[in-house]
């Protein structure tokens, strides 16, 4: 079984920074794209960013030059550095990933972490 957790959610004052971070684990062979989704309070769930296995990286407009995410093949993780964060950034945080795992490629979900940016 494959688990993706997440780490590093909390409270920040608006223009404050927060670093994300998600550690995979379990029987698997690879760790193919992964990626970060938010979900704000009373809305559906969006992409923020993702990375390829080979660390191309894709953000939505509204977090370019402001997140960064990156990944750590050794350890198996994928973190999402968040900077100049704005009221509006304030959601649940999903790690995704696609999962190279025994004879397919399955998608896994994380539990979410809430981010929560303070006017």
């Known amino acids: 079984q494959v688990q993706l957790v997440e780490s590093g959610g909390g409270l920040v004052q608006a223009g404050g920074s927060l670093r994300l971070s998600c550690a995979v684990s379990?029987?698997?062979?690879?760790?193919?794209?992964m990626g970060w989704y938010r979900q704000p309070p009373g809305n559906q769930r969006e992409l923020v960013a993702t990375?390829?296995?080979?660390?191309?990286?894709h953000y939505v407009d509204s977090v370019k030059g402001r997140f960064t995410i990156s990944r750590d093949n050794t350890q198996n993780t994928v973190s999402l550095q968040m900077d100049s964060l704005r009221p509006e950034d304030t959601a649940t945080y999903y790690c995704?990933?696609?999962?190279?795992?025994?004879?397919?490629?399955?998608?896994?979900w994380g539990q979410g972490t809430q981010v929560t940016v303070s006017s």
């Open positions: 995704n990933g696609d999962i190279w795992v025994p004879n397919t490629v399955k998608n896994y």
């Open positions: 379990g029987n698997f062979f690879s760790i193919k794209t």
């Open positions: 990375i390829t296995e080979g660390s191309m990286t």
